[in-house]
């Protein structure tokens, strides 16, 4: 395709991965999860090359965060700050539409999203009511998303997710929970805030094999560091810390973890597996 192409242009996903310098399967899942605009012929996905600029403005690292924001959530975003649940909900539909699974709706959608208002709220662009409105429509939209991600049958283990005692961000427990129990875990979600002993009598009662406290901001070590000791002495647990502040490994291991969660739920989940299949060797 010539750079020249008129914006009205019709191109397949090969030649859109070409033009953006992107693998195909990346292509297919910015259609998948809504972020470039697509129609189906019934043959193959087809692209308006004039909507390529909702890609490809600020691309590199091929995460929404830090360059411009995909079309779609751009959109949401609107919705979340305007405090609009169906309207944001409609976003999430058309992604769910374009055949994006709950899991990325959370993960390429709803998190860059949140990303961005955390972003306008450091720069003073959106107002603290602006942030929390937000957070709200956001909570009740992973609500609306949340039984999509049952899974029948018999469950694969029991683990317990929480935000330690202080943290009151809950929005990165309630979509690893999820992302959990789409991979098929039983999961008791304890929320925001826990206290350390809520977390030891969850443990005792559900018998877990694996515990993962969320850290999102800064200032929590202490109570951490609780936490971890305690489940230690009533529970043979693996024990992970994890979230947006725990930043590499050796951050995680001095906070008590036993392992390094990673940057995203995704690596929560496949790391969780790993451990469940060496608890059951
Ligand atoms: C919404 C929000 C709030 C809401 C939370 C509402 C709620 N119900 O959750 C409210 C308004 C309460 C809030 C309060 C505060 N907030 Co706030 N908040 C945010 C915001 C905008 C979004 C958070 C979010 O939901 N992100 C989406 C999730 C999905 O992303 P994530 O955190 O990366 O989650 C992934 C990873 O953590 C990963 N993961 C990897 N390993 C593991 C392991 C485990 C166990 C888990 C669970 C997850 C996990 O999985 C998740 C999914 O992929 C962020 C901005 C941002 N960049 O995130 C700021 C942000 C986190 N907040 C910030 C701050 C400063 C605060 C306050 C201190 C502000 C204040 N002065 O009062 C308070 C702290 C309150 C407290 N004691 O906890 C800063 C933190 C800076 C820092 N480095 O510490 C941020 C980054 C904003 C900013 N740009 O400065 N906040």
Known sequence: MKGTARAEEIVGLREVAEVLGVHYMTVYRYVRTGRLAAVYDGYAWRVKVGDLDTVRVGRGTDQPRGGARPASATHLLDRL????????????EDALASGAQPSEVHLDLLAPAMSEVGRLWKRGELDVAGEHLASATARRLIARLGPRFARSGRKRGTVIVGAVAGERHEIPVAIVADQLRGAGFRVVELGADTPADTFVDAAERERPFCVLISVTTAGHEDAVADTVTRLRERSDAVVLVGGA???DEPAALAAGSDHWTGHDAREVVELVERLRGQRLN
């Not at 700050?81 to 999430?92: F, I, N, S, T």
């Open 245 to 247: 502040s725990i930043k």
């Open 81 to 92: 700050v305007a405090g609009d649940e169906a309207g944001a909900w409609r976003v999430v």
